[in-house]
């Protein structure tokens, strides 16, 4: 017992100095049971394939799937203009879309996501948003609060419950207890926000210098001026034929950027965009889309020629290339370049790298026109477009030039737009899944479907992306911590605690001994996450539960509560600190703001939780 205690000890001291990333703690303290052999290696290997581990890392890529597609600013961006001018209605949109939002995707995702925009409406406003911006994390804690799926707390305790052989928590059982959280949020918030938040001065814009945006290039280059689009038809003359077959350079001084091809299918939701770099032995098909650049009179000569439809730009708008699989990037040659003096259809660009030169900036001058005879100069800038796997081998050839920026993290900005109803349909479609218990499937399989639907129906740019949306950190975190109850009730420290905390406060009946688990999980996550916290006091509150003789779901469901509804500290959840930099907090802060939230919540939740959930 005094071994554990001491690894637990241990842990939550270096969880509290930070120093070391919190994975690498509880893999050590893992490592220290199985050293001590508290626990067998099957015992300590659980967590690593629980099912609520696994349903993290899938709701992780789900998450990522509706960030990548655009789906979640869409919806978040049309409601934050309800907000008008009004200050008030401004901070009621971003608690009420954020809790919405938050029920349903992991609460660090939908701060990053929503932080941008609450920024720009608060400045646009006037209005400091470092009063929206505390308010925002803790919306998207307690948003998580509705939904079984929005917090891990939740599934923690749900898991316990079902573990012990008590009936599961459902879908929506959670709701009523995170709506009482927003609105407790909104109404002590509100006041709070504006005495202690409300400083005078605005924000730095954040990220400068880290490079300009793939839109901004082509703005910069006028590349739109000399953009036009041409349709492949059914009688088209260009049916079948490579690209290198054409002479649209030679012949027209046209450049061919990219062919637009659109898949379509019976249901709407399946319709597939692809974007196509115009390679020489791209052969073109019937609706295929061009991309050209070049003078409107060759243009036509050439649609003539070829008897191919031109589309003329909507409602007067100048055309912009979307960058879905292809972008563009800025390029300054080394001085020892072999390129130097040597015209641009002599450096053979789309021979060697696969990529398009659209524009030379020379000396501040952009020229776009009549590119094929330009010498390349010394300081010259050239905008290169080509698919991203393209772009990212340029960087590799340091002798010749330096890319200008990060364009690799500018696509990664990029959504998918066109895949934002797909996106929309598989969510639905889970949420429905776990939601009805008349559809025969696990919610853990449910979200698997949902995120292998996500990446093979292409919501994601490739694979690679749906990983990196996976926070790996949280996910060994969770199943490295997992074991750690299990050494708790295997070496008796878990009865202890549950038999003192009876023994001393159990005769007051069990509203005192849930609010006596319920101040001590909140304690616990001032420290160490909360995920961490649930999975340490969740057993603890069942064998409490079970001791007197009681129902033991309100006193997990407290435990879930405790561990999500932690805002006196920057560290305790990971939204408090994603808006800690941005709004220019300081520690103290969160405790004018969050210490009295916390325990005004703490106080109605004991006496809310017995009314939802009867002993």
Known sequence: MYITLLILLLSVLFFVNGRVRSDIVALCALVALLVFQILTPAEALAGFSNSVVVMMIGLFVVGGAIFQTGL????????????????????LLVMLVTSVIGAFVSNTGTVALLLPIVVSMAMSMKMNPSRL????????????????????????????????????????????????????GVIVLMPLTKWFLS??????????????????????????NSLHRLQVGADSKLLGKMIVELNARSKYGMNILEVRRVENSQNRLLKKVIQIAAESD????????????????????????????????????????DFYDIGVAEIVLMPSSSFLNKKIREAEFRTRYNVNVLGICRKGKYIVQSLANETILGGDLLLVQGTWDNIAQLEKETTEWIVVGRPLEEAAKVTLDYKAPLAAGIMLLMIAAMVFDFIPIEPVTAVMIAGLLMVLTGCFRNVEAAYKTINWESIVLIAAMMPMSTALEKTGVSEYISTTLVSSIGSYGPIVLMAGIYFTTSLMTMFISNTATAV??????????????????????AVAVAASMCFASPFSTPPNALVMHAGQYKFIDYVKVGLPLQIIMAIVMIFVLPLLFPF
């Open 282 to 321: 791209t052969v073109l098909c019937e609706g295929d889309i061009l991309f050209v650049t070049g003078n409107r009179e060759s243009v036509h000569a050439f649609a003539d020629e070829y008897k191919t439809l031109y589309i003329s730009e909507d409602k007067g708008k100048s055309l912009s290339l």
């Open 72 to 91: 979640a600013k869409m919806i978040s961006s049309k409601l934050m203009k309800l907000a008008g001018n009004s200050e008030t209605r401004l901070f």
């Open 133 to 184: 911006l505390m308010p925002l994390a803790f919306a998207s804690s307690m948003g998580g609060m509705m939904t079984l799926i929005g917090t891990p707390p939740n599934l923690v305790v749900n898991n316990a419950l079902s573990s012990a052989g008590y009936e599961a928590l459902s879908f929506f059982s959670f709701t009523p207890v995170g709506l009482v959280c927003v609105v407790v």
């Open 199 to 224: 400083k005078p001065g605005t924000l730095s814009s954040e990220g400068a210098g880290s490079g300009k945006s793939l839109k901004t290039l082509v703005k910069e280059y006028g590349i739109s």
């Open 536 to 557: 340490l006091l969740a057993p603890i509150a069942l064998s409490s539960a079970q001791q007197i003789g009681v129902n033991p779901t309100p006193f997990l469901i």
